[in-house]
């Protein structure tokens, strides 16, 4: 059975796709043959690594990558994870579904807070709900999302 080819789209690539990207590496590889990518790639938020390293999943490896290196790519699925990339997710080739699943924005959450361990609280929830959303794929998609 081929994976399911999917990319995971925000506007920097540096945190919730990120994120999405290494939940899904680790725990549905066998399925899923993932890749993320940004409208306007800023680097990976540090923030992102350490709580992600917390749950046991290492991203430090990941690149934020600007998404017209996968212009001629053809996914399955292209899921936006905020809205500006919703809002602006070109076309695809071969016919990808494209749809929207949203998270709150860690760093901008953060903002409001003084201290490091308030801050990572924040990323820490958005990490904790991506898991939960790609914990329901590949099931999710075809039910929820044709």
Known sequence: MDKLKILFLCTGNSCRS??????TRHLKE???DVY?????PQGIDPHAVTVMAEAGVDITDGKAQHLN???????DY???VCGHAHETC???PGGSKIIHVGFDDPPEMAKQYETREEKLDCYRK??????AYILTLPCSLNIFHR
């Open 30 to 32: 066998d399925f899923i």
């Open 78 to 80: 292209v899921i936006t």
């Open 90 to 92: 070109p076309r695809f």
């Open 126 to 131: 958005i990490r904790d709900e991506i898991k």
């Open 36 to 40: 993320s990518a940004g409208i306007d």
């Open 69 to 75: 290196k996968f212009k001629n790519k053809p996914f």
């Open 18 to 23: 990120q994120m999405a990207e290494g939940w």
